[in-house]
């Protein structure tokens, strides 16, 4: 087993574990490096590898080294700029203020920060426009200050670790640090390599340093001497590092799923703006315009263009037709008188259905139509809600369609989905008869409600020309995708959550 180990460590791992145990089983990486003339970043990356296989133990520590900036260097080969000042006023003793600058040799911009460090210390006082020198700042001349001597020292060392400072650096370095620029402070790491046990049972077996081959020549291959190159030994049962291969979103996965189906049944696609006008969002559909899903709290209705062009006058006047007494359907229609500017709002759309009314004034009979979009509503955000979310809508049109046809396309659709799925009668202002769909749980025990679906009544059919049968459907997409991927928040549907995003299937069943 450990000769196995052994067979299979790289040429630089080798190196380090016979440097090791040349060194009393431990040592730095430095010390390795210069023994074996490897590279540091070698070394240090054969001690990683060592320590994944608990061979050898890295023990890390880091300290804080403070050195000189050039700044630094030259206030401590030339004086701090107090200490410049103090060494003129020991001849003078009082010096204008205005004249410190040319006194002591130092920029004006030097003077102003001088002058407060002179006064902290206590070396002058400021009298009448005045600098003059105290009985401190006199026994001060001979005498240097705590952070002049860090200054020497780290002129003289080049840096110093802050590990348990003596009180005179500690005091110094105080100092300092509260001007900028002075000197820079940063965190050093030292490693130590040392042999685990298993290291050193390894090395007591005998290691041989021996070249490896990496790659093999066509000369070799062609000639056989590839068969007398030593060769590193692989652990075929090691650990691979996890990967997180490229795939897609689980949303635009499912509803990619869902256009597969409908493509496969032998559907046409199509697609409409999301920006609509209330005629096709409502009105074309039968939808009254009281209605209360027209209400602002329902709908985003848009300021720039507040109206939109409607279709032909002869579709319009039938839609009027429709809604104040039912046209030539038989229908009482809603009885009360149709608002034209009302129609020719625009709206962000409410549903996807606006398309299947205006793929059905745009092609004849027979024809099977879905569309899969982005839909709007005025909802307050919840794990359950949003006020933006997907639908996919289809028709089917021709003249033997029946109710039963639609319970039978959408039986398929669920079942392609892995659904077994069961109706109910429901109400849409819009279709006649109406259901809506409910899918079964198994885990849970229970029945969900996931879409709808009917027979477009005749109000919406005669205006525009349909005289055969229309079956509809539509679903929300998001809550279909909740169910597949397990979430019980539609919030996390939109979340950058890589954590998630990375361990969910490449493949949704």
């Given at each position: 087993?450990?000769?196995?180990?052994?067979?299979?460590?790289t040429l630089?791992?080798?190196?380090?574990?016979?440097?090791?145990?040349?060194?009393?089983?431990?040592?730095?990486?430095?010390?390795?490096?210069?023994?074996?003339?490897?590279?540091i970043?070698?070394?240090?990356?054969?001690?990683?590898?060592?320590?994944?296989?608990?061979?050898?133990?890295?023990?890390?520590?880091?300290?804080?080294?403070?050195?000189?900036?050039?700044?630094?260097?030259?206030?401590a080969?030339?004086?701090?700029?107090?200490?410049?000042?103090l060494?003129?006023?020991?001849?003078?003793?009082?010096?204008?203020?205005?004249?410190?600058?040319?006194?002591?040799?130092?920029?004006?911009?030097?003077?102003?920060?001088?002058?407060?460090?002179?006064?902290?210390?206590?070396?002058?006082?400021?009298?009448?426009?005045?600098?003059?020198?105290?009985?401190?700042?006199?026994?001060?001349?001979?005498?240097?200050?705590?952070?002049?001597?860090?200054?020497?020292?780290?002129?003289e060392?080049?840096?110093?670790?802050?590990?348990?400072?003596s009180?005179?650096?500690?005091?110094?370095?105080?100092?300092?640090?509260?001007?900028?620029?002075?000197?820079?402070?940063?965190?050093?790491?030292?490693?130590?390599?040392?042999?685990?046990?298993?290291?050193?049972?390894?090395?007591?077996?005998?290691?041989?340093?021996?070249?490896?081959?990496?790659?093999?020549?066509?000369?070799?291959?062609?000639?056989?001497?590839?068969?007398?190159?030593?060769?590193?030994?692989?652990?075929?049962?090691?650990?691979?590092?996890?990967?997180?291969?490229?795939?897609?979103?689980?949303l635009?996965r499912?509803?990619?799923?869902?256009?597969?189906?409908?493509?496969?049944?032998?559907?046409?696609?199509?697609?409409?703006?999301?920006?609509?006008?209330?005629?096709?969002?409502?009105?074309?559909?039968?939808?009254?315009?009281?209605?209360?899903?027209?209400?602002?709290?329902?709908?985003?209705?848009i300021?720039?263009?507040?109206?939109?062009?409607?279709?032909?006058?002869?579709?319009?006047?039938?839609?009027?037709?429709?809604?104040?007494?039912?046209?030539?359907?038989?229908?009482?229609?809603?009885?009360?008188?149709?608002?034209?500017?009302?129609?020719?709002?625009?709206?962000?759309?409410?549903?996807?259905?606006?398309?299947?009314?205006?793929?059905?004034?745009?092609?004849?009979?027979?024809?099977?139509?879905?569309?899969?979009?982005?839909v709007?509503?005025?909802?307050?955000?919840?794990?359950?809600?949003?006020?933006?979310?997907?639908?996919?809508?289809?028709?089917?049109?021709?003249?033997?369609?029946?109710?039963?046809?639609?319970?039978?396309?959408?039986?398929?659709?669920?079942?392609?989905?892995?659904?077994?799925?069961?109706?109910?009668?429901?109400y849409?202002?819009?279709?006649?008869?109406?259901?809506?769909?409910?899918?079964?749980?198994?885990?849970?025990?229970?029945?969900?409600?996931?879409?709808?679906?009917?027979?477009?009544?005749?109000?919406?059919?005669?205006?525009?020309?349909?005289?055969t049968?229309?079956?509809?459907?539509?679903?929300?997409?998001?809550?279909?995708?909740?169910?597949?991927?397990?979430?019980?928040?539609?919030?996390?549907?939109?979340?950058?959550?890589?954590?998630?995003?990375?361990?969910?299937?490449?493949?949704?069943?």
């Amino acid at each position: 087993m450990l000769q196995n180990i052994i067979d299979e460590l790289t040429l630089y791992e080798k190196m380090v574990l016979k440097a090791l145990e040349s060194l009393n089983y431990e040592s730095s990486p430095e010390k390795i490096a210069e023994i074996q003339n490897m590279d540091i970043k070698a070394v240090m990356s054969a001690a990683g590898s060592l320590a994944s296989k608990d061979l050898i133990e890295v023990q890390k520590d880091v300290d804080e080294v403070i050195s000189l900036s050039n700044t630094g260097k030259e206030y401590a080969e030339e004086g701090l700029p107090e200490r410049r000042i103090l060494m003129a006023l020991k001849d003078e003793e009082v010096i204008p203020m205005k004249d410190l600058g040319t006194a002591a040799g130092l920029h004006p911009s030097e003077v102003k920060v001088a002058i407060g460090w002179l006064l902290k210390k206590k070396w002058a006082v400021i009298d009448k426009g005045n600098v003059r020198i105290t009985e401190e700042g006199k026994s001060s001349v001979s005498k240097e200050h705590s952070d002049e001597l860090l200054l020497d020292k780290l002129l003289e060392v080049q840096k110093l670790l802050l590990f348990n400072p003596s009180k005179l650096i500690s005091e110094g370095f105080n100092l300092l640090k509260k001007r900028k620029g002075l000197i820079d402070v940063k965190k050093e790491s030292k490693y130590n390599l040392k042999l685990t046990e298993n290291g050193k049972q390894l090395v007591e077996i005998g290691i041989e340093i021996k070249e490896q081959a990496t790659q093999l020549t066509h000369e070799q291959l062609k000639t056989g001497s590839w068969k007398n190159l030593e060769y590193r030994s692989y652990d075929v049962h090691a650990e691979h590092p996890e990967t997180f291969p490229g795939k897609m979103h689980p949303l635009q996965r499912t509803i990619e799923d869902i256009r597969q189906i409908f493509l496969k049944m032998g559907f046409t696609e199509s697609q409409g703006s999301i920006l609509e006008s209330a005629f096709w969002n409502f009105d074309c559909l039968f939808q009254p315009q009281d209605h209360a899903a027209r209400e602002m709290q329902d709908t985003f209705y848009i300021k720039e263009p507040k109206y939109v062009n409607l279709p032909s006058k002869e579709l319009v006047e039938k839609v009027a037709d429709a809604h104040e007494n039912g046209g030539y359907t038989g229908s009482e229609g809603w009885g009360y008188s149709w608002d034209v500017e009302v129609a020719k709002q625009s709206v962000l759309r409410t549903h996807t259905t606006c398309v299947s009314a205006r793929f059905l004034a745009e092609h004849k009979p027979p024809l099977k139509m879905f569309s899969v979009g982005r839909v709007f509503r005025r909802e307050t955000i919840t794990y359950k809600h949003l006020p933006e979310f997907h639908q996919v809508e289809g028709i089917v049109a021709a003249d033997d369609i029946t109710f039963r046809n639609l319970l039978g396309i959408l039986k398929e659709f669920y079942h392609k989905l892995g659904f077994e799925v069961r109706f109910r009668p429901a109400y849409f202002p819009y279709t006649y008869l109406s259901v809506e769909c409910e899918i079964y749980l198994p885990d849970k025990q229970t029945w969900i409600e996931l879409g709808g679906a009917g027979m477009f009544r005749p109000e919406v059919l005669e205006p525009l020309r349909i005289e055969t049968p229309v079956a509809a459907f539509g679903l929300g997409i998001e809550r279909l995708a909740m169910l597949r991927l397990d979430i019980k928040d539609i919030r996390m549907l939109y979340k950058s959550d890589i954590g998630w995003l990375r361990h969910l299937p490449v493949k949704m069943e």
